[in-house]
C-alpha cells in the first residue's frame, strides 16, 4: 500500500509528478506512463496523482516535450562546440543515431503511435518536429552561408534528413544494422544532399571523434 504522502504544495507536487513520469518515459518508455504507475513512483495512491493531473494525456504529452526538448538543448551546445559548420553537422548526425540514444529514439517512436489517439501527445510531436527541422535548417544555413555546403533550400534538406534519422533510428530498434553503418549512410546521403564531396562528413566525424577521445 503506498506509504501516507507527505504535506506538499500544489507546485512541488505537480513537479514531482512530473519528474516521476519522465523518470518512468526514460526507464520503460512513453507508453509505461500510466497514472498507476505514476502513482508508484511518487509513493502516493493513484487518487492523489489523478487530482494533481486531470489529463494524463497532457501529463504523456508533457513528459515527452520534455525529453526531446532537453535532446535538442544537448545538441545545440554540441553545435557551439564545433569548429565549424561540416563539424558541427557531422557531430550532430552522428549523435542522433549513437546507441546511447535508444531510450529517446523509443520515446520518439513512441509517440507517433501514441499521438493517433492522444490530440495534446500529436500536437507536441508536431511542434518538436517544426522545432528540430529549424534547428537543423538554421544550421546548414549558417553553413551555406559560410560556403560549406550548397543548397537551394535548407528546410527542405533538414526535412529529407530527419526523415532518414527516424527511419533509421526506428531500424535500430530491432538492431537492423550497427550504429556505424547507420551513420555512414546518413552522412554519405547528406553530403549528396549538400554538394559536398564523398566522405567530407565522414571525416570531420572522426575529426571530432577523435579529438573527444572517442570513436565510431
Not at 65 to 88: I, N, Q
Not at 130 to 138: E, G, K, S, V
Amino acid at each position: 500500500m503506498p506509504s501516507t504522502p507527505a504535506r506538499r504544495s500544489a507546485v512541488e507536487r505537480v513537479a514531482q509528478i512530473a519528474g516521476a513520469a519522465r523518470s518512468i518515459a526514460l526507464e520503460a518508455g512513453l507508453d509505461a506512463v500510466t497514472l498507476r504507475a505514476v502513482a508508484t513512483e511518487v509513493g502516493v495512491a493513484p487518487a492523489l496523482v489523478a487530482h494533481y493531473v486531470p489529463s494524463m494525456d497532457e501529463l504523456v504529452a508533457d513528459t515527452f516535450a520534455a525529453v526531446v526538448g532537453d535532446e535538442l538543448v544537448d545538441l545545440a551546445a554540441l553545435v557551439d562546440r564545433s569548429a565549424t559548420p561540416v563539424h558541427a553537422l557531422a557531430a550532430v548526425l552522428a549523435s542522433l543515431l549513437d546507441d546511447g540514444g535508444s531510450t529517446v529514439t523509443l520515446i520518439w517512436v513512441q509517440s507517433w503511435s501514441l499521438g493517433r489517439r492522444n490530440d495534446a501527445l500529436a500536437r507536441r510531436v508536431r511542434e518538436q518536429m517544426d522545432a528540430w527541422r529549424r534547428f537543423l535548417a538554421d544550421l546548414i544555413e549558417r553553413g551555406r552561408d559560410a560556403g560549406d555546403f550548397r543548397c537551394d533550400d535548407a528546410e527542405v534538406v533538414a526535412s529529407q534528413t530527419l526523415g532518414m534519422v527516424d527511419g533509421l533510428n526506428a531500424h535500430s530498434l530491432v538492431s537492423w544494422q550497427d550504429a556505424p553503418e547507420r551513420v555512414r549512410l546518413l552522412l554519405r546521403s547528406v553530403e549528396a544532399m549538400l554538394d559536398l564531396a564523398p566522405g567530407v562528413l565522414i571525416a570531420a566525424r572522426s575529426d571530432t571523434a577523435n579529438a573527444s577521445g572517442g570513436g565510431e
